[in-house]
């Protein structure tokens, strides 16, 4: 087995460490307060090749894996996750596209989002649809050559930025089954009806878009559903096993940006006439947070590795998912107590990752949700 990365993906990690690093850093606090995110950014890291590697070459992308797209995922997370979530989030549903999408779909949409001409979002969440996404009563009704849509998403990223949105809709709500009721269609948001609040106020990544949809009478062609009808929800859980890789990847890139900090500032800080990185218990702290970022590094890169290769194992991506979103958490918190009362205030990093490190264990599946697949799995 070979754990070295190629040439290329070497070349794609120095080149996204040197773009996150040159560009981040004195722009990230602005944005965390403020709450606002600069679209030129984005557009320059899609001029630069950095949006959509996985994008087949036909449609504008780089046409490599999601594993490349992962090591740029960690190399920007690591500088700054909120910066990091505003970028590499705006192709958020290509995945799906590219997976069930028409040919038409593709061609309309996936080039404009390599090249920095459009945005795209995903709404599944509802008010009382979390976990269970199979209670979304956002309905999809036929009328005529259409499809109209009426009901209301929660924390849907980019929903105020996004050209195009793929919507999760209640199509069949007499089948019996409840995995097979609803549906995916494509929404141009600048379709009549549809309307995006902002969601202010997040704990953390808050230069990235959240916001609340309201779908009113929202009319779009029959063709706009994608992939097949009634099987939405099976074509959500193919997208998460893609998705989910990209959150090990920000799991990791934040756990690194928390140690690089901390090596930083117990090597400089003097307490007892010695600095911190004397004492042993620090170097006991440092130890473990490198460990468990390079297991968790381990189990993705795996994961990535069985996609890319087309053997999709989905307690694997659980695992992957669930394990490093812990540790990610592990080593934000050991981060802000190595900073002592430094590590409570925004000036220090530290600050800011103890507050973007908690989504990661919520959001594209809460940590119990992969906990229960993966016993689900083992035990039949």
């Not at 074509?235 to 989910?244: D, P, V």
Request: charged share 25%; aromatic share 10%.
């Amino acid at each position: 087995m070979d754990f070295n990365l190629s040439k290329e993906q070497r070349d794609i990690v120095r080149a996204a460490k040197e773009f996150a690093r040159g560009e981040f850093p004195d722009l990230a606090m602005e944005f965390d307060r403020n709450e606002t995110f600069d679209l030129d950014l984005w557009r320059k890291a899609c001029e630069l090749g950095f949006v959509g590697v996985f994008i087949d070459e036909k449609y504008g992308g780089a046409g490599l894996g999601f594993l490349e797209h992962c090591l740029i995922t960690e190399e920007f997370w690591a500088v700054d996750p909120g910066i990091g979530q505003a970028i590499l989030s705006t192709t958020f549903g290509s995945e799906l596209l590219g997976l069930f999408g028409t040919e038409g779909q593709k061609q309309l949409v996936l080039p404009q989002l390599v090249s920095g001409e459009a945005i795209m979002g995903t709404g599944i969440t509802e008010p009382d649809a979390g976990s269970d996404v199979t209670q979304a009563t956002t309905a999809a009704v036929v009328d005529g050559d259409s499809w109209v849509i009426n009901g209301s998403k929660m924390f849907t990223t980019n929903g105020n930025l996004a050209k195009y949105v793929l919507l999760f809709c209640l199509t069949d709500p007499e089948n019996p089954s409840r995995h097979g009721r609803h549906s995916f269609i494509l929404v141009p948001t600048d379709t009549p009806g549809y309307e995006a609040t902002k969601i202010y106020g997040k704990l953390g990544i808050r230069a990235s878009d959240t916001a609340e949809l309201s779908l009113n009478n929202v009319r779009v062609p029959l063709e706009n559903l994608v992939g097949e009808r009634g099987r939405g929800f099976q074509h959500l859980m193919a997208f998460f096993n893609r998705t989910r890789l990209h959150i090990c990847a920000q799991a990791v890139g934040l756990a690194r940006g928390a140690l690089e900090e901390c090596i930083r500032h117990t090597k400089n800080r003097r307490q007892f006439g010695t600095s911190l990185a004397s004492f042993q218990v620090t170097q006991f702290k440092i130890a473990e947070m490198a460990t468990w970022i390079r297991a968790a590094r381990n189990l993705y890169y795996e994961a990535a590795w069985l996609v890319d290769n087309g053997k999709v194992d989905h307690a694997l991506i659980a695992m992957a998912k669930w394990f490093s979103a812990q540790m990610a958490v592990r080593c934000a918190d050991e981060a802000v107590q190595l900073h002592g009362g430094y590590g409570y205030i925004d000036e220090y990093k530290v600050q800011r990752l103890y507050r973007d490190v908690k989504i990661l264990e919520i959001y594209e599946g809460t940590k119990e949700m992969e906990k229960t697949i993966i016993a689900r799995t083992l035990l039949g």
